[in-house]
């Protein structure tokens, strides 16, 4: 259950332990940047008395807070006897005694509504409820820095209503339903409606971040300095190289951030532990833990605790049922379908589904190619790209049309326009002889040919893929795709030997991807993650090198997985390889 990996990187890795210093202070967690204490502008009301609501950050002390606000420690404690003879929890929210009462909003201003905040209500639900757009609702309340607060009084413009509303009167809060902080968290039925979130610069808040690895510290800590790290550990130390790498990059575009990395040991007891300890409790974002065994301990807490959960390597598929996880790998259902949306909107002209005979009758071929025929035609309404149908048999090294009879590829290749040869089979030994038999055509014919699965293609020589213009899926697991040709991934590859003195691995780039995607999701809408997730798209800046990412939630009471299912190309005309979706 160790929390910092000094140890190993210092005796395995004596060469970038200078860099490695740079990021591990003993305890294990890492302080980009400190805070002051800023006075919160948040206030609640109970039993006549007015409260700020304060959020402990990571080297606030009591003197520091209690001389913020103008009271006494022992003000400060009698009310939040909780965190006495204790360090500060960072992430709880205590309450400071308003100096001042604070008068209530009325309606006496006739320009606006007041609505009074109920439990689990978002900006975004006002701004559903009356039909304001949410940058209005701040602009009439520009106390309103973070989440809303339950009981809080929020002015609405009337002006700006645009739905009719039932004539009713405030509701009064009630003193029992306690302080809790309405910051967001609650998806409920927002999760896929269009961009209403404004996003801004999270300068002043402090978000904890929290990664889950098992580098099972202790046993490589014991290594003897001639041997190496197991290359089944050694892939989590390179993903977490990468992310140090993301997260110092957002660090300097603003990003405030307490980092705590845990060692999983690879041991669902470990993970209990971890739970246990509460050092997860008040954590905003956590990336891992990898195997099937710590997810299924995990997901369930940052359930039941409204945690985004990243799950960042596995395609166990955890999102079904829990609201908060985001599911990075795509599995194989989605990615199949995402190939299908991808053919009917890109390939157009002649159209031909070359699949093997002894999978005629195969539900699965079936289905593919029954979605490929109605993703097409609703695509394409005049039908010019309707997918006709060959079989290739392996016996007699021929083709069959659906009806079985005898024909030839030629009698399904045009020359007058392009042809779109698409393979859905992940056999290797009927893709190599079609590929042959393409390639031999391709003088003659103009090929676009587009392949389902990497492991079909691992034989063929480059000159006969780059001939006919194959398209490759790109998965995260079998065939993750770097543009080594970019001068991005260049300028990352000469940083990362920099800092770590070799060169960046898969994993590498799958630790910077995921952490600068989420970590810049922090810094332009603060814990509002999950609700602001459609504008994700529009705002986030970064164009991944390995791993695209861009998050749905597939229904109601499912957090979300991701759709980016990228395509490789390989050019004829440069004979290069690039992403092209």
């Not at 405030?170 to 339903?177: G, S, T, Y």
Request: hydrophobic share 35%.
């Amino acid at each position: 259950m160790k929390k910092t990996v000094l140890q190993p990187f210092s005796k395995i890795f004596p060469l970038v332990l200078l860099s490695a210093l740079l990021f591990f202070p003993l305890n294990g967690q890492v302080q980009f940047q400190a805070t002051e204490v800023r006075k919160s502008d948040n206030i609640i009301t109970e039993k006549g008395k007015n409260y700020f609501l304060h959020e402990i950050q990571k080297g606030h002390t009591l003197y520091s807070i209690a001389k913020a606000y103008g009271v006494s420690e022992e003000d400060i404690l009698s009310i939040n006897p909780s965190i006495q003879d204790k360090p500060l929890p960072v992430g709880q929210v205590i309450r400071i005694p308003a100096s001042t009462q604070i008068p209530k909003r009325t309606a006496l201003d006739n320009r606006y509504l007041i609505h009074e905040v109920k439990p689990k209500e978002t900006l975004s639900a006002l701004s559903r409820q009356y039909g304001v757009r949410i940058d209005d609702i701040r602009e009439a309340n520009p106390e309103i820095t973070g989440g809303l607060i339950i009981g809080q009084q929020v002015r609405i413009p009337r002006s700006k209503i645009t739905l009719a509303q039932p004539d009713k009167p405030i509701q009064e809060a009630n003193p029992d339903q306690g302080t809790t902080i309405s910051d967001g968290r609650s998806p409920g039925d927002e999760q896929n409606k269009p961009c209403r979130t404004k996003a801004f610069i999270h300068k002043n808040d402090l978000f904890d971040l929290a990664i889950l690895l098992p580098l099972n510290v202790e046993q490589n800590d014991n290594l003897p300095f001639s041997d190496t790290l197991d290359p089944d550990y050694f892939r989590f130390y390179e993903f977490l190289e990468g992310t140090y790498m993301a997260l110092d990059s957002l660090r300097q575009a603003g990003l405030n951030l307490s980092l705590s990395v845990f060692d999983t040991e690879r041991n669902p007891e470990t993970i209990r532990k971890i739970i246990k300890s509460g050092q997860l409790n008040q954590v905003d974002l956590i990336i891992g833990p990898v195997f099937r065994s710590e997810l299924e301990v995990v997901a369930p807490f940052a359930n039941s605790r409204q945690i985004p959960l990243v799950n960042p390597l596995s395609s166990y598929d955890l999102s079904h049922g829990n609201r908060f996880v985001f599911q990075a790998r795509l599995n194989p259902d989605l990615q199949i379908s995402e190939a299908i949306n991808y053919l009917a909107s890109q390939y157009s002209s002649n159209m031909v589904i070359v699949g093997r005979m002894a999978e005629k009758n195969q539900p699965d071929f079936q289905r593919f190619y029954q979605q490929m025929v109605e993703e097409v035609k609703e695509a394409d309404p005049a039908h010019k790209a309707s997918p006709r149908l060959v079989y290739f048999n392996e016996i007699g090294r021929d083709f069959l049309t659906p009806e079985s009879a005898r024909t030839s590829i030629d009698a399904y290749l045009k020359k007058t326009v392009p042809n779109f040869v698409i393979i859905p089979s992940n056999d290797e030994v009927f893709s190599t002889e079609l590929v042959n038999q393409l390639n031999t055509r391709s003088a003659w014919y103009h090929l676009s040919v587009f392949g389902l699965y990497q492991e079909a293609f691992t034989s063929h020589s480059l000159e006969n893929l780059f001939n006919i213009n194959l398209e490759l899926m790109a998965d995260l697991e079998s065939y993750p795709f770097v543009d080594y040709q970019d001068s991005t991934v260049q300028e990352f590859c000469r940083a990362y030997r920099d800092q770590w003195n070799t060169e960046p691995s898969r994993y590498s780039f799958q630790g910077f991807d995921l952490a600068y995607y989420f970590g810049s999701a922090l810094l332009n809408f603060g814990r509002n993650l999950t609700a602001s997730v459609p504008c994700w798209d529009e705002v986030l800046p970064h164009r991944a090198f390995q791993t695209p990412l861009r998050f749905s939630s597939t229904g109601d009471g499912n957090g979300f997985e991701n759709l980016a299912a990228p395509v490789v190309r390989f050019r004829r005309e440069d004979l290069v390889r690039k992403r092209v979706n």
